[in-house]
């Protein structure tokens, strides 16, 4: 029997595609920094050009951990906002159904566009939106 409490936010870590994605990242990694040492051994060797790759290859890792790190940051964000939209849509809104009258704020004026006649600026964007529309395509 399951309860109705969602599990712990991170499990999403621990799925078999999540899990793919953490071996890729790890193989990466290991592959960039194999390649730095590889290239290092080259330069060793006296091949000047492999110097830059020596120092590139870990600089590649870095930014590969770096890009990893985010993307589960990302992911935990939007599990964090699919668990609110969840509770939002659950729990009702304080106020909302609990008397015959509106909340306080649950109305505001909408802009009509009478106020875009009271604005020369306004108007005269709008007239040459509308010589714009009006001209045929060229391309």
């Known amino acids: ?16 595609r999540w899990l793919a994605w953490h071996a890729f990242a790890v193989v990466a990694a290991w592959g960039m920094l194999w390649l730095g040492d590889w290239q290092f051994h ?17 600089i590649f890792t870095i930014f590969g951990v770096i890009f990893w790190g985010k ?6 964000h939007q599990q964090t906002a699919r668990a609110a939209a969840r509770r939002e849509i659950t729990e009702p ?8 009258e509106l909340p306080a704020r649950a109305h505001t004026p909408a802009v009509t566009d009478d106020d875009a006649a009271d604005d020369p600026e ?4 709008n007239a040459y939106l509308a010589r714009l529309n009006s001209r045929p395509a060229t391309r």
Not at 1 to 16: A, Q
Not at 42 to 58: D, I, K, M, V
Not at 71 to 76: K, L, S
Request: overall charge negative.
């Open 71 to 76: 993307t589960i940051v990302d992911e935990w």
């Open 1 to 16: 029997m399951t309860s109705g409490k969602p599990g712990p936010r991170w499990l999403f870590l621990v799925s078999p």
């Open 122 to 125: 306004l108007a005269a964007y």
């Open 93 to 100: 809104a304080p106020g909302i159904g609990t008397g015959p």
């Open 42 to 58: 080259r330069a060793e060797g006296g091949n000047a050009l492999s110097w830059a790759y020596t120092f590139e290859w870990p």
